[in-house]
């Protein structure tokens, strides 16, 4: 789904809402896992 200014609210987010960085982090080392073809089904 697109959500107008969804993604720029979650990126500012994940400076002030510990959960927002957390799931953030997360995010940030699956697509570096993709990346790598690490991903695991």
Request: zero cysteines; a positive charge.
């Amino acid at each position: 789904f697109e959500e107008p200014g969804l993604v720029h609210g979650y990126l500012r987010a994940r400076h002030t809402v510990g959960r927002a960085r957390e799931s953030f982090t997360r995010i940030v080392d699956a697509v570096a896992a993709l990346g790598r073809g690490a991903w695991l089904w």
